[in-house]
């Protein structure tokens, strides 16, 4: 996210994720503790699956306004390949283009009673986060 909104890739390859929100981790620690099935199992903390150019979308719909530039274009994979040759974060993403990993946290939902926040509002919390702590300045005036 801190890329995007720092315009630091120019578009979206096509790779995704299995979000989850830290809120929403520790919620699920706290019922973990209480539970009394909880000790000894284990569980699987996460939300949708979003490509990453929907993540891109959502920062553009929330932050464009106030004067950052998301990019929500998808880059072609070629790009990405070459980009590779000279980035070791782009090499070792490689492996996930067009991959949508789906897991499950059907178990935490059912025997903890854990649920999880809408991923725009992750998204958007997330990026105001980055913002007030500085590590994404805030766009010139």
């Known amino acids: 996210m801190r890329r995007l909104l ?3 890739v120019p578009s979206s390859p096509k ?9 929403d981790v520790a919620t699920a620690h706290r019922l973990a503790m209480e539970s009394p ?8 903390l996460a939300g949708d699956f979003l490509w990453m150019r929907d993540i891109a979308t959502v920062l553009a719909v929330e932050f464009n306004r106030r004067g950052y530039r998301v990019p929500t274009g998808t880059m072609p994979t070629s790009v990405l ?9 782009v090499r070792q ?9 789906l897991v499950s946290a059907d178990k935490a939902r059912s025997e903890l009673g854990w649920t999880t926040r809408p991923s725009r509002e992750s998204i958007v919390d997330t990026a105001n986060s980055l913002i007030e702590l500085g590590l994404v300045p805030k766009p010139a005036a």
């Not at 390949?81 to 974060?89: E, G, I, K």
């Not at 993403?93 to 990993?101: E, H, I, N, S, T």
Request: proline letters at 3%.
């Open 93 to 101: 993403a490689l492996d996930f283009v067009g991959r949508r990993q």
């Open 6 to 8: 720092l315009r630091q």
């Open 37 to 44: 099935i909880a000790p000894g199992s284990w569980y699987i």
């Open 81 to 89: 390949r070459l980009a590779a040759v000279f980035d070791l974060s």
């Open 15 to 23: 790779i995704g994720f299995s979000l989850v929100d830290v809120r």
